[in-house]
């Protein structure tokens, strides 16, 4: 069970789906991190149905493969929050994006804080050329946390962001239902209802992804209208979730 003395501190996730060729560098980063910062940690690696070596890298690395059948991103890092042991659980995207050695500094701050979910914010921090679409860093995500501000009285301002740690014991309690991108804004919503602790920081560094070419799984138009219609059907349903 999360934060029995034997077990890990952290469990670190990484949904993947068909990311071989990124995934050796984010899992280098990684255990160069623990070795630096000392953390113990879990390394998972879902796989969602990958056609390529990704679960085999994965496993060659020392992570645990935690297969997801269901297609989409949120369904796949539910599936690693559930096979999550340590105390915190930290998720970001396998393709070289995010940098993963700030994952020993969220830990730090999210214990500091004493929050319950702590978000590392892209928009306030430096964004590399060609990191993130115009639209989506100037119209969609701002006006998406806007909304979700708003409506669930939140401080979040990047609600799109992959790079997140949590109380992994809180994560049960939360209604989760869907399965794609919009799964982002759906946990922020949910744990707005249910009171949790939140609080933003701002990631250092947001890089081009290392998909060598390769279209990202974001679909910006359908995404989008997903993300607006989970928020608003969320906070039509509040008073019942």
Same mark, same amino acid.
Request: hydrophobic share 40%; charged share 20%; with cysteine.
């Given at each position: 069970?999360?934060?029995?003395?034997?077990?890990?501190?952290?469990?670190?996730? #990484?949904?993947?789906?068909?990311?071989?060729?990124?995934?050796?560098?984010?899992?280098?980063?990684?255990?160069?991190?623990?070795?630096?910062?000392?953390?113990?940690?879990?390394?998972?690696?879902?796989?969602?149905?990958?056609?390529?070596?990704?679960?085999?890298?994965?496993?060659?690395?020392?992570?645990?493969?935690?297969?997801?059948?269901?297609?989409?991103?949120? $369904?796949?890092?539910?599936?690693?929050?559930?096979?999550?042991?340590?105390?915190?659980?930290? #998720?970001?995207?396998?393709?070289?994006?995010?940098?993963?050695?700030?994952? @020993?500094?969220?830990?730090?701050?999210?214990?500091?804080?004493? @929050?319950?979910?702590?978000? @590392?914010?892209?928009?306030?921090?430096?964004?590399?050329?060609?990191?993130?679409? #115009?639209?989506?860093?100037?119209?969609?995500?701002?006006?998406?946390?806007?909304?979700?501000?708003?409506?669930? /009285?939140?401080?979040?301002?990047?609600?799109?962001?992959?790079?997140?740690?949590?109380?992994?014991?809180?994560?049960?309690?939360?209604?989760?239902?869907?399965?794609?991108?919009?799964?982002?804004?759906?946990?922020?919503?949910? $744990?707005?209802?249910? /009171?949790? /602790?939140?609080?933003?920081?701002?990631?250092?560094?947001?890089?081009?992804?290392?998909?060598?070419?390769?279209?990202?799984?974001?679909?910006?138009?359908?995404?989008?209208?997903?993300?607006? /219609?989970?928020?608003?059907?969320?906070?039509?349903?509040?008073?019942?979730?």
């Amino acid at each position: 069970m999360p934060g029995t003395k034997n077990s890990p501190e952290i469990s670190i996730i #990484f949904p993947c789906r068909n990311e071989a060729y990124s995934l050796p560098a984010c899992l280098e980063e990684l255990l160069q991190t623990c070795r630096r910062y000392h953390l113990r940690a879990q390394i998972i690696v879902v796989d969602n149905a990958s056609t390529d070596d990704t679960p085999r890298i994965a496993a060659r690395y020392g992570a645990e493969v935690v297969p997801c059948q269901t297609i989409g991103y949120g $369904a796949a890092v539910h599936c690693g929050l559930l096979a999550a042991k340590g105390e915190y659980a930290a #998720f970001c995207d396998a393709d070289g994006s995010y940098p993963v050695q700030y994952f @020993a500094q969220m830990l730090q701050l999210i214990k500091q804080r004493g @929050a319950d979910l702590l978000l @590392a914010n892209r928009l306030h921090g430096h964004i590399l050329p060609h990191a993130m679409p #115009f639209l989506n860093r100037y119209a969609g995500t701002p006006v998406l946390s806007w909304l979700i501000r708003t409506l669930f /009285k939140i401080p979040v301002y990047d609600c799109n962001s992959g790079m997140r740690i949590l109380r992994t014991r809180l994560y049960a309690t939360l209604p989760i239902q869907h399965t794609g991108m919009a799964y982002a804004s759906e946990m922020l919503c949910l $744990a707005a209802l249910k /009171k949790w /602790k939140y609080t933003e920081w701002d990631l250092p560094l947001f890089k081009p992804d290392t998909r060598l070419g390769r279209p990202p799984h974001l679909r910006r138009w359908q995404d989008g209208y997903q993300h607006l /219609k989970t928020i608003l059907s969320i906070f039509a349903r509040r008073r019942r979730l």
